[in-house]
T-cell receptor, first 113, second 112 residues
Framework: KAGVTQTPRYLIKTRGQQVTLSCSPI?????VSWYQQTPGQGLQFLFE???????NKGNFPGRFSGRQFSNSRSEMNVSTLELGDSALYLC????????????FGPGTRLTVL | DAKTTQPPSMDCAEGRAANLPCNHS???????VYWYRQIHSQGPQYIIH???NNETNEMASLIITEDRKSSTLILPHATLRDTAVYYC?????????????FGGGTRLMVKP
């Protein structure tokens, strides 16, 4: 079956703009998590959604937000982009929140100029 | 979740076993040890997990010490495709959530 898909794969924005990234989990998976990866900070947890509800949130400013739809697809939004938001944004899905294995997508590479 | 310590880098000859250590001396009784790896430009990939018994699957073996303060991931016959950053993570598995806390990981270089 198809893996986790993320769109777009690459994105270039300028400071002050906003961006929306999309994640489609593996069919049947209901838990979706988002991570930010930068060379300086490594992989950092952003938030997790299950049944359209945010379960956990990492230590990121309110400019970072997300949501999950009834079909388990998820979007994350970053408003008022800053240069430091340039990163690889990864989405991971699992059947349920306590499921052992999480499956990661290929990520969206965001560059903020 | 408990903090983990891993060597920043390791080399391994192709065909030989790669033994990647992880220290988690503050692990709690209900925390599991997970291993993920990230091949360049890809998302992380789950490898294996365990609580206190040694575990083996088609990818690797996980050896956890009796006091659970450290563990070793073993790739029995490393190939060039195993070159990646390997992350050791400890976490509680419950209905509260699925958050993974990644450290710096070990960059494994498999050489011909």
């Amino acid at each position: 079956k198809a893996g986790v898909t993320q769109t777009p794969r690459y994105l270039i924005k300028t400071r002050g703009q906003q961006v929306t990234l999309s994640c489609s989990p593996i069919s049947g998976h209901r838990s979706v998590s988002w991570y930010q990866q930068t060379p300086g900070q490594g992989l950092q947890f952003l938030f997790e959604y299950f049944s359209e509800t945010q379960r956990n949130k990492g230590n990121f400013p309110g400019r970072f937000s997300g949501r999950q739809f009834s079909n388990s697809r998820s979007e994350m939004n970053v408003s008022t982009l800053e240069l430091g938001d340039s990163a690889l944004y990864l989405c991971a899905s699992s059947l349920i929140p306590r499921y052992n294995e999480q499956f990661f997508g290929p990520g969206t590479r965001l560059t903020v100029l | 979740d408990a903090k983990t310590t891993q060597p920043p880098s390791m080399d391994c000859a192709e065909g030989r076993a790669a033994n990647l250590p992880c220290n988690h001396s503050t692990i709690s009784g209900n925390e599991y040890v997970y291993w993920y790896r990230q091949i360049h430009s890809q998302g992380p990939q789950y490898i294996i997990h365990g609580l206190k018994n040694n575990e083996t699957n088609e990818m690797a073996s996980l050896i956890i010490t009796e006091d659970r303060k450290s563990s070793t991931l073993i790739l029995p016959h490393a190939t060039l495709r195993d070159t990646a950053v390997y992350y050791c993570i400890v976490r509680v598995v419950d209905n509260a959530g699925n958050m993974l806390t990644f450290g710096g990981g070990t960059r494994l270089m498999v050489k011909p």
